[in-house]
Structures are given as C-alpha cells and as structure tokens.
DNA sequence: CTGAAAGCGCTAACAA
DNA sequence: TTGTTAGCGCTTTCAG
C-alpha cells in the first residue's frame, strides 16, 4: 500500500499535457472541449485513478452538494416506519440527485452542525425550534417535513395531520361506533398533537362523547402501543374502536387484542396511519390513513435542491391530503 | 432576510482588529492566545455570527472530519433491529466526536462517492466488495462491521458469526431438540451465511439431521420470515425447535406460531439473534443470542476516527462472542 | 476551444 | 504571544 498521495488536479493536468482548466472542464463536462483533449484526460483520469476532491469543489464553488437530515433521536424513533421511510426517500433522492446526505441525530437542543451543507432537512418531530430558528439564522436553507411552520422562512412539506385524525375518526364513527379511543403519538410534536386534535374534532361535531379514559398516549413504538392497548382493554368499559396514530402502533395493538381472545375487527375496529406496508401481512389487514412518506421526502430533497441552486424561490409551501384506505380492519361494533 | 455574505474569519479579524491567525488559534482553542485577544474574537465571533466553514477547514487540515456509513439498500434492511442499532451507534459516536456521518444507502454497485470523507464505515451486509475495494484503493480507511474480509487492508469488528449459529443450535439440541429449524438471514451476506454454517456444524457434531426442509430462507424482514414460519409449519413433519437468525424474525415466526393456535415453547421453542429489547414484551419473552451493536457501532467509530487521527495504526480487528440470552421462549420438546 | 491567474476560507509553518 | 505567508485543490472569469 504505496500511500502516494492522493492525484491532484495538476497532476491530471501534467499528466494529460493540458491546462488544469481543460481538465476541470471535463470534470464538469463543460461542453467545449475538443474531442482529442476530452479522451487526453479521461486517460489520465483512469491512469491515475483521479477523482475531484468534494472539498476543494465545494470551498470553490461556495456551494455544498450536501443535503442535511436531522432528526430527533428519542427512543422509538428509529423503530418507526416513519423514519425509516423519511430516511429512504431523503437517501434515494440524495442518490439520484448525486447529493450527499449528512443524518444528524439530535437531542433537538445542541446546535446543529449546519455547516457544510447547502441545506438542511428537518424530519420528524420538533419540540424545540432552536436548531431550525439558527439554521434560518445562518442562512441555510430549511425544509421541514409533515410540521407546518409558518413564521419562520422555512418551506414545508407534510399531510393534513388533523384532516388525517378527522378521516379517520369519521370512519370508525360512520361504523356506528361511539365508544371510540385513541393511541396518539409524541403529542409534543405538531404531528401526533394534530392527529390527536381532529379525532377530538370529530367526535365532538358528531357528538360522541371524547372520554378522557380513551385518550392514551403512545410515541410510535410498538412498546407504548402495547402498554396504551392493555390499558384500554383493562378499562371497565372498553372501546371497540381504536385510532392508532401509527400503523406500528395499530399493529401492535391489534396482536395484544387478539392475545387476549378478542377479535378485529368483530369485537374490536382498529385503523392505523402511514399505509405501511406491513400492515398488509399480518392476520387481519389494517385499514390505515395513507401519507407518503418516501415521495414526500424525495420531493423535500428536490425542492430543497433547487432553493439551494437558486432554481426556485423559497418558501415552498406543501401540504398534502391524507387519506383513507380501506382494508379488514374495521367493522360495525358488537351488538351489546 | 438580508441575504448578506456569510461572515468569514477575515472579517472577524478586522473586527476584532487581530490577525486572521489569532481568530484561527481561538477558533481551535490552541492555548497560546492573551486572554485580552480571546475575549476580543469571542465577541467579534458573537457579533458577526460567524461559523467556520468547514469545506475551508478540510481543504486547508487535508482532513475530513466526516465519517461515511454505508449500508445496503435491500428491502427490509431499515426495519431490520440490526441496522438501526447500528445508524443509532454510528449515529452517536458522531455525535460525541464532533464527527459529520454522511450517510450512504446503496445498492452495493454504484460506486461510492468516498470523496469527502475521513473513513468509511461499511455496516451490514456487502455482497459485493467493489465499494469496498475502491475506498481502499482510493486510500480511504474503510471499517468493516459483522464481516470479516482479512484480504484487504480494512479493519473490522463483529461477532463471531459461527460461533453464535452454534451457541443457538447448541441451546436447542441440549434441550433435546431433534427437529430443529432454521430461519436465515441473507445468505449472500457473510453473517447470514456463517449463522447458518454454524447450525449446520453443531447439528452435524450432535449427530442430529440436517434436513434441507428445515433450512429456510429469510432476508431479517418480518415478512419473510412469516412465509418462511408458515412454510415449517405447514410441513408433514414440522419441527419442534426454530432458530431464526434475528429477532424481528424469530418474533414474527412465534405471532405465526400462535396464531395456529401453537404454544410457545410448549409446542415449538424458538430463539432468535440480536438481543432486540422489543423481544421481551411480547407475550413469551424471547431467547436470543446477544450480539451489542450499538456498541459496536460505537466502537467502530472510535477506532476509524483513531486510525484516521493517526493515533491508531490499521488494520484494527476486533472480534467478539456472541452469548447467549435465556428466557422463557425454549423448553424441551413436546412428548410424542 | 484553451489557458493564465485570481480567488474560495482556512490552517500551519515560520519569523518576529 | 502574535502576524506573515504560502498553500490546500478546485472553479471561474477573462483574454487569447
């Protein structure tokens, strides 16, 4: 392992018998190069395995081709499908997009690294706004996902998280159900509060009453939905419908329901949100709220892009209607 | 928005009418700076909201203080316990270290853009080592995680693979297991491939039939290890003992077990490989086959960052015992 | 179509 | 303790 410094430019350039300029050309494949010159240094190229240092293009540029992710890292959050397709979609687009992606797990309070990025993602849940309130600050460009913040020159990108409780809700109460509950998500975060308010929403215009007892509070693990489920089987007049703000949770509740002898969706309706595909596997398949994660993000990473190359003028401003998908999970309730 | 320039170190000179180099020593905290200077930048710093650019740095150090992980992009991978551990590992360590992690999902043939970046974590699966290779040829230094590749000048960490396949198989045929199972993870991928080379040994040393029919293959993600389970089970002569090679699976395999009406390990033991804490909330608490990824992660970091420091010199090889964890989800065989 | 030269913002000798 | 200066490797005018 000769460690022979790394070829540089110059070396290329030498190598080649042209300018740095010339070789810094087809490096960009900038057009205007002669075809004799073009082949001189791609040979070059191959014979000294070169390949443009990012930092020196990106130091010259003034432009990062990097693309920041950040994400809260509370416990649970990466044994959600939300996550792990927001992940997926950001690194996809970043692939196509030639892009680096820099994930940054955060607390949500230490300051974030927004250097070297040309702008930066913000995924998920934001209980504190001090790390997006200093990216703005810094002048970096930020796209918040499924987390709608309109005072800041921030763009977005999300579903109608209360249209999504409301569909959902409205469903199980069309069912004729009236003793309806939920398992929320992190209700410190825009999404799971939002989805938590148009379930209260509809139950209240349709005048089913919003029991205190039948709001439980999950964080989108399965662990909390286990717990949530338990408590609300153990309540002396159980539900027989349950809104779970994740396909994860729902899921979950739907196996300690069926653990303990109960059927879904005969005694028991449950429905979901995300539309993970997994929830289509299990014994009974769950009826859920579709939002697309995976497009969603790709598109935060594309809108993202061209506010950063200039192309398009910030804020962008994007939410999206959830919706219901029908599957076995739900039913009229058991006759008393 | 005032999109002024960003503020540069030269302006914070003027500002705190200093040179350039002083702002540079108290940006890095070398020592020798007057306490009256200190001050003098710091206030300047505060006053222009300067931050370092870190492209500049880089080029100026020839140093990246980026690590990149690369993971395969194969479905199921990120619902996997396993790679999560390992992003949240990684993930962590960055985080402590000041370190970016630049995060690549890859297919595993698309060359990598290395560039940028001080090391290279190659977690998970590599069924191909082209990546691999052109990061060590292009001089980066690459850590290996759970794969073992001593022709390369890489280093590694993980668990003894085989070891842990025994260990579980072991378990199984000491209870007095005869028709024992396996649910593999990836075969193409050294770890699956070793898990499996491990249960074949033992059973193989313990004089217990290798049947091909008890040899089913997964991909870590629950689903396939649904289609895998209701394969075993629906054979004319089902085993009694399954070893899957991850605890999303083995989880899945005992829903499947259940709701056939089965009983955990009445009727079927099962044991599964991660030691995933969500495998102690279900109904049957799973025995399993400990492997501390998210220390291993960590561990990989630190060891990378070292080499690239220069304060280690690689290759770095580290591998650990996998161990075994009792609980309550193995018993001895039903009785004919 | 090509090349010379001026930076990009910062670090690290080296001198003072 | 401080400042001068020469790069780091690349892009990008601007002339030719």
Redesign the pocket.
């Given at each position: 392992m000769s460690k022979r410094?790394?070829a540089?430019?110059?070396d290329v350039a030498r190598r080649a018998k042209?300018?740095?300029?010339?070789v810094?050309?087809v490096?960009?494949r900038v057009?205007?190069?002669?075809r004799?010159?073009q082949v001189k240094v791609e040979e070059a190229i191959a014979a000294l395995k070169y390949t443009?240092?990012v930092n020196?293009?990106r130091?010259?540029?003034?432009l990062s081709n990097a693309v920041g992710l950040v994400m809260p890292g509370y416990p649970g959050i990466f044994h959600s499908f939300y996550a792990i397709e927001l992940i997926r979609g950001v690194g996809h687009a970043c692939e196509t997009l030639r892009l680096d992606m820099v994930f940054h797990i955060t607390n949500g309070y230490n300051p974030l690294s927004t250097a070297g990025v040309g702008g930066i993602i913000f995924a998920d849940i934001i209980e504190n706004r001090s790390q997006i309130e200093a990216a703005v600050e810094a002048g970096v460009s930020c796209m918040v996902i499924n987390n709608i913040v309109d005072d800041l020159d921030v763009s977005y990108i999300g579903v109608d998280n209360i249209a999504g409780g409301r569909v959902a809700t409205d469903y199980l109460v069309s069912l004729g159900h009236t003793k309806v509950a939920i398992i929320t998500g992190n209700i410190r975060a825009q999404a799971g509060a939002q989805r938590l308010e148009g379930f209260k929403q509809t139950l209240k215009e349709k005048e089913v009453a919003v029991r205190p007892e039948y709001i439980v509070e999950g964080d989108y693990s399965r662990r909390s939905a286990r717990l949530a489920a338990e408590q609300l089987l153990e309540l002396p007049e159980p539900p027989t419908a349950i809104f779970a703000a994740s396909d994860d949770m729902a899921l979950e509740a739907m196996t300690v329901i069926m653990e303990r002898g109960l059927r879904v969706p005969d005694d028991i309706s449950v429905v979901g949100f995300d539309d993970n595909p997994s929830s289509i596997y299990g014994p009974v398949a769950l009826t859920t709220i579709r939002q697309p994660l995976f497009q969603m993000a790709e598109s935060a990473v594309r809108n993202l892009n061209a506010i950063v190359l200039g192309k398009k003028k910030p804020p962008i401003r994007n939410i999206l209607s959830p919706q219901l998908v029908v599957r076995e999970s739900c039913a009229r309730p058991p006759i008393q």
């Open positions: 410094r790394k540089s430019i110059e042209v300018s740095i300029t010339t810094s050309r490096i960009n057009p205007t190069v002669s004799k010159n443009p240092d020196a293009q130091l010259a540029r003034g």
